[in-house]
């Protein structure tokens, strides 16, 4: 399944993270009270699905929503979109 995670930000008093889906598009998470558990359910999604990338800023995850690389340059935090799993 390709999916690409987003990263964990602040939102409604809470913490949360989005993810895109290749057959059903974006999906927004759920709110989480503590931060850890953002990260820890994040993580989870990533292993139970095999996620193609795990994006640490915004900006790379809109990034590899329009088909650009992730993960590229000096972190090294996702794959590229275009490498195999």
């Keep these: 399944m390709n ?3 987003g990263p964990v930000l602040a939102r ?3 913490y949360a993270f989005d993810y ?3 057959k059903d598009g974006f999906v927004c ?4 009270r503590r931060i850890e ?3 820890y359910a994040r993580r989870a999604l990533a ?5 193609d ?22 972190g090294g935090v ?3 979109l275009g490498a195999a799993a």
Excluded: K
């Design 3 to 5: 999916i690409i995670i």
């Design 12 to 14: 409604d008093g809470g």
């Design 20 to 22: 895109w889906i290749a």
């Design 29 to 32: 998470g759920c709110v989480y």
């Design 37 to 39: 558990d953002a990260y």
């Design 47 to 51: 292993a139970a699905e095999h996620a």
């Design 53 to 74: 990338a795990v994006c640490e800023t915004l900006s790379e995850f809109v990034r590899g929503i329009h088909g650009g690389s992730v993960g590229g340059g000096g």
């Design 78 to 80: 996702g794959r590229s």
